[in-house]
């Protein structure tokens, strides 16, 4: 099942704090359960590499909603409408990794099946320290690398 395109994002619902490009490996998600001081570490560790990007998600569960709601108004050849869910990862490069920076990891797996990319969770504890948060996040970024290239690196 597809999403149609088109359309412009609800601010309100998410943006980009770092926006991705086509060599985009790895994407963090971050939403308000993810402290500042992280969510500022992932932006200077990781704004400068277009390998990498950083999302936030204002209102995850109304995107949740509005991706589901999605799926009960098909048109005729099987497509959806788009929702700020699909218009928000757009952008990704199809190999595109989530890593998934959240205090709720949980509430935010269902990002993957919008788009069909692999979440890695990256729970964010209590005490949780921003350089173990980079330290996951650069994890994923390698396992990314891995994938794609394998032994050609």
Known sequence: MRAASGGV?????GSWLREPCSLTQVCAVVDHTTPPEIVKALCDRFGSAPQACVLELHDAAQLHAQWLASFSTLSTDATRAPTDA???????????????CSQEVGKLDWLGSVTGRPCKPIALDAGVQAEAVLEAVGSVWMEALNAQFGDER
């Open 9 to 13: 994002v609800d601010a309100s619902r």
């Open 86 to 100: 699909d218009r928000l990862l757009a952008p990704l490069p199809p190999a595109c990794v989530l890593a998934l």
